[in-house]
């Protein structure tokens, strides 16, 4: 069964203060790891994706790595607007969520 | 560009009642359809998924049920609401293995 493991549950950063967010996951058979940012009371709004070990994609503030057991959401000098929910989601024959990282980033 | 719809956007519904949820899709054509049940706090459970009109697939055995009458169109639905049926409802579509792209979601308290 496809798991997928997202900490800290819960972070508060300082505005500026950079940060990573972890997204562990097994798999069989990875065709996708997928990145979503969730506001209160709306629907994810897609981020990422990540395809192989190694492979790196930036957008603004955010940047996603992953290898083959993990993948990480770096912020870099968050600002106040970055604050959400982060999910990160895997896909082998379904698309498997993890319980997401609620990020708060105080002026 | 595509873009997808749900309706209602809040629902406030007695123990025992029925239930009707929509989802459209716009700007695309034989979409991959798929609802999500997020509990408070929680990760995305999924509940039904469709390839094509009329294909129905279950992933969690439940008092609810899923049709998809038009090629854009995917419907939720209950004869009988239960507390536990409570939470927010998410709509999704996709290509064949890409990402899936979310709409904004339907919040559902059973009374």
């Known amino acids: 069964e496809d798991q997928v493991t997202q900490s800290p549950e819960a972070l508060r950063l300082q505005e500026g203060e950079s940060s990573s967010l972890n997204c562990s996951y097994t798999v069989s058979g990875l065709r996708g790891l997928f990145w979503y940012r969730q506001d209160p009371g709306k629907g994810p709004e897609f981020l990422f994706t990540l395809y192989s070990a190694g492979e790196e994609k930036e957008k603004e503030r955010l940047k996603a790595t992953l290898t083959k057991k993990e993948s990480f959401l770096h912020i870099t000098a968050p600002k106040p607007e970055d604050s959400a929910t982060y999910l990160c989601?895997?896909?082998?024959?379904?698309?498997?969520f993890g319980g997401g990282t609620r990020l708060m980033v105080k002026p | 560009s595509q873009t997808i719809h749900q309706w209602p956007a809040t629902l406030v519904q007695p123990v025992g009642s029925p239930l009707s949820l929509e989802c459209t899709v716009e700007?695309?054509?034989?979409?991959?359809l798929y609802w999500y049940r997020q509990a408070a706090g929680r990760g995305l459970q999924l509940l039904f998924y469709?390839?094509?009109?009329?294909?129905i697939s279950s992933e969690v055995p439940q008092n609810l049920s899923a049709s998809r009458p038009q090629d854009r169109q995917f419907i939720l639905s209950s004869k009988k609401l239960l507390l536990s049926d409570s939470g927010f409802y998410l709509c999704?579509?996709?290509?064949?293995?890409?990402?899936?792209?979310f709409g904004p979601g339907t919040r559902l308290t059973v009374l």
């Open positions: 999704a579509w996709n290509r064949e293995g890409n990402e899936q792209f």
């Open positions: 469709s390839v094509g009109i009329g294909q």
């Open positions: 700007g695309t054509s034989n979409p991959n």
């Open positions: 989601a895997v896909q082998g024959n379904m698309l498997t």
